[in-house]
């Protein structure tokens, strides 16, 4: 059993910035942040593995930045320029199976076995 708690959502502007943490019980070999976003499937957000590979949605790539402290089993994740359609909950999820997942099973929510609450991020215009 991992337990993940979030924490760093927020209000803010059209442009600002976020930052999202979670930190695990223990270890994992994978470590991600998904969305729920209304009208949307869950989807991934960005993703780092234990052989320090980090996979981004390609919707995402460039606003975000994901970065991971194995030594306090935290995985953050740094939002930039947000927009209104970025607003939705924030989940961290981990897998701690050590697979070499391709891009596509690595941003995918099945593939995780555990799931913290979420964290809610909303974006004004």
């Known amino acids: 059993q991992v337990r993940l708690v979030e924490s760093g959502g927020g209000s803010v502007q059209t442009g600002g910035s976020l930052r999202l943490s979670c930190t695990a019980s223990?270890?994992?070999?994978?470590m991600a942040w998904f969305r729920k976003v209304p009208g949307k499937e869950r989807e991934g957000v960005a993703v780092s593995s234990g052989d320090g590979r980090t996979v981004y949605a390609d919707s995402l790539k460039g606003r975000v930045t994901v970065s991971r402290e194995n030594a306090k089993n935290t995985l953050s994740l740094q939002m930039n320029d947000l927009k209104p359609e970025d607003t939705g909950m924030y989940y961290c999820?981990?897998?701690?199976?050590?697979?070499?997942?391709?891009?596509?099973?690595?941003?995918?929510?099945?593939?995780?076995?555990?799931w913290g609450q979420g964290t809610q991020v909303t974006v004004s215009s």
């Open positions: 999820a981990v897998d701690p199976g050590v697979y070499r997942w391709t891009t596509i099973q690595a941003l995918s929510a099945k593939n995780y076995a555990y």
């Open positions: 223990r270890y994992t070999y994978y």
